[in-house]
């Protein structure tokens, strides 16, 4: 029990700062998705095209219980990181030597990689269907194929890249024995059938994806992610050799990093390196290199060629670390000073969640890590005053003059500064870049309103819900000119 607690506390300790901390990024959608504030909103969440329905109901119950309140769900957040540590300990422990799963188990709590899903609120999605994936490897282990189906369905259900895991299941079985392979308990037919139920899950669940992504305005998905199938798996190479440098030498954290489409040659190197440790560790049959395959086969449904819109994003290593981690404690088993390792990750831990608590500490920290983009000083332009917003989205324009974020986030700007005929405007600019953005409409109406045009805004914010029907601020905007 005493190992238990320390691995609880030192997952607190890394991320319990998170309870101070507010929302970020795309935390915000929460609050404009009809189905998370309404009462009755549950019920809509199980839509078809709804991914992540479990995640999102979690959503719902905090904003029931909560409202805009940040600190329950942080408090979720955590939790559920600190009962993914528990379960992974209490696989891990079936799997290797005692020291041996507490040091994974350690690592998979502390390391600075978990950050951005315990911290972001948006990346409960990760934590939730690893959670639960733990959860279907132990039922597995107990003998319990049938719940170990259930709780991986339920992990689809929280977040669908969890899909490769019965690939890991697959693999342990057939690890050499010297490995130490996963038990068999229960009767093997049964297995062989549950294993196929967890395929074809995979499988729809994937498939409900690709359909979702086509045909839902606005995903960052699949065909309308802005990159192909072939670029983003060459990038996918040059990712993947980031996220394993960052798991060894845990320095170089950001939100946006500036990650783009390598040339064909340098795709093609990293693959092969990633490819060739694979085979290096499958043919050495030994248990650190079990555990470095399985992690790398988590990571492909994120990491292979389902295009998303970003190439990077450090929560997709979350339920991956539990392999890496496990792969980490076997090669460090015998180095002397493996504390003062769990003691330096968890002080980068502490000193990351301290730049998560602030908008500001987060997107300065991407803009010195990614200069060449514009997402970071768009997302910094918001957290600071107006004349150095106005300044950064004036280098924004620079480097991206034909970007509608740009105008759009400067009109915003304008407006908040009292300038409401210059926001008018930059949004008008947005339009014409961009003509099929609901958010643009109602943005330039809510310009007009100041202006006292009460009509024209009111045009622009029925357009806006003809385009996006479920645009709550829009739809806000439109009551309160119909009170006119």
Request: hydrophobic letters at 55%.
């Amino acid at each position: 029990m005493r190992d238990r607690l320390v691995l609880l506390a030192a997952a607190l300790a890394a991320f319990g700062a998170s309870l101070g901390s507010g929302f970020h990024f795309d935390d915000y959608a929460i609050f404009s998705d009809p189905a998370l504030t309404s009462p009755g909103g549950w019920l809509h969440i199980w839509g078809l095209r709804q991914t992540r329905p479990l995640t999102y109901l979690t959503y719902w119950l905090n904003y029931q219980t909560g409202g805009t309140d940040p600190l329950g769900y942080h408090l979720l957040n955590l939790a559920l990181h600190v009962a993914a540590v528990w379960l992974a300990y209490e696989c891990l422990r079936r799997l290797v030597p005692a020291r041996v799963a507490w040091m994974a188990a350690a690592i998979f709590a502390i390391h600075p990689l978990q950050a951005e899903s315990v911290d972001y609120i948006w990346g409960r999605s990760m934590v939730l269907a690893t959670l639960l994936c733990c959860g279907s490897l132990l039922a597995w282990m107990c003998g319990r194929p049938w719940i170990s189906v259930a709780c991986f369905a339920a992990a689809l259900l929280a977040k669908e890249e969890c899909a490769a895991f019965p690939l890991v299941l697959v693999l342990l079985e057939w690890f050499p024995a010297q490995a130490n392979p996963l038990p068999h308990k229960g009767r093997e037919h049964q297995r062989k059938w549950a294993i196929g139920g967890m395929l074809l899950l995979s499988l729809a669940a994937g498939l409900r994806v690709i359909w979702a992504a086509a045909v839902t305005p606005g995903a960052q998905a699949g065909a309308r992610a802005g990159i192909t199938p072939a670029n983003y798996a060459l990038a996918q190479g040059v990712v993947i050799l980031r996220y394993l440098r960052l798991l060894v030498i845990p320095w170089g954290f950001t939100v946006d990093p500036d990650i783009r489409v390598p040339a064909w040659w340098l795709g093609a190197v990293a693959w092969a390196a990633i490819l060739g440790l694979a085979v290096f560790a499958w043919r050495r049959g030994a248990r650190w290199g079990l555990w470095l395959l399985a992690g790398l086969v988590l990571l492909v449904p994120s990491s292979s060629i389902f295009p998303a819109a970003d190439l990077a994003a450090d929560r997709r290593m979350y339920l991956p670390l539990l392999g890496f981690a496990a792969a980490a404690a076997i090669l460090l088993e015998r180095m002397p000073g493996r504390i003062l390792v769990c003691a330096a990750l968890l002080g980068i831990s502490v000193f990351r969640t301290q730049i998560w608590r602030s908008d500001e500490a987060l997107w300065r920290e991407a803009l010195a890590q990614a200069p060449r983009k514009v997402r970071p000083r768009i997302q910094l332009a918001r957290t600071v005053s107006p004349p150095e917003a106005l300044q950064l989205l004036d280098e924004a324009r620079r480097l991206a003059p034909g970007d509608p974020a740009i105008a759009a986030e400067t009109g915003k700007t304008l407006l908040s500064a009292g300038n409401a005929a210059a926001a008018l405007s930059e949004f008008g600019r947005a339009l014409a870049l961009d003509p099929r953005d609901a958010d643009n409409y109602n943005n330039r109406g809510v310009a007009l309103a100041a202006l006292g045009q009460y009509e024209a805004a009111r045009l622009d914010f029925e357009r806006a819900l003809r385009i996006s029907p479920g645009l709550s601020s829009a739809a806000e905007n439109l009551r309160k000119m119909q009170g006119r």
